[in-house]
Nanobody
Framework: QVQLVESGGTLVQPGGSLRLSCAAS????????MAWYRQAPGKQREYVAT???????DYADSVKGRFTVSRDIAKNTMYLQMNSLKPEDTAVYSC????????????????WGQGTRVTVSS
């Protein structure tokens, strides 16, 4: 019923910038929040950033001042602008959204995308 599709991941040099996108589609009634997570090779998934329906932003300490999360409400799309990238930012970045679907009586559910790979290397 709902799909999240990430895009924008690629190979980038240290110090470079990249913008990721997460597009939500399907029988969406409301999107309560959207978030980015990442999982580096051999490590557990970690939280990156959140944007709520009211526009509240939150970031992990490791990305504060370098990453910016934003959204286009009309397109049901969230973005992650990543600047001053470091090799330790290398990971698969996944999108999470808390969504209620049409006809779902307002029940909220977590949805996940498949992820997009970001490699920071010279």
């Amino acid at each position: 019923q709902v799909q999240l599709v990430e895009s924008g991941g690629t190979l980038v040099q240290p110090g470079g910038s990249l913008r990721l996108s997460c597009a939500a589609s399907g029988s969406i009634d409301s999107i309560y929040s959207m978030a980015w997570y990442r999982q580096a090779p051999g490590k557990q998934r970690e939280y990156v950033a959140t944007i709520t329906a009211s526009g509240t932003l939150d970031y992990a300490d490791s990305v504060k001042g370098r990453f910016t999360v934003s959204r286009d409400i009309a397109k049901n799309t969230m973005y992650l602008q990543m600047n001053s990238l470091k090799p330790e930012d290398t990971a698969v970045y996944s999108c999470n959204a808390v969504i209620s679907v049409v006809g779902g009586k307002g029940r909220m559910r977590d949805y996940w995308g498949q992820g997009t790979r970001v490699t920071v290397s010279s």
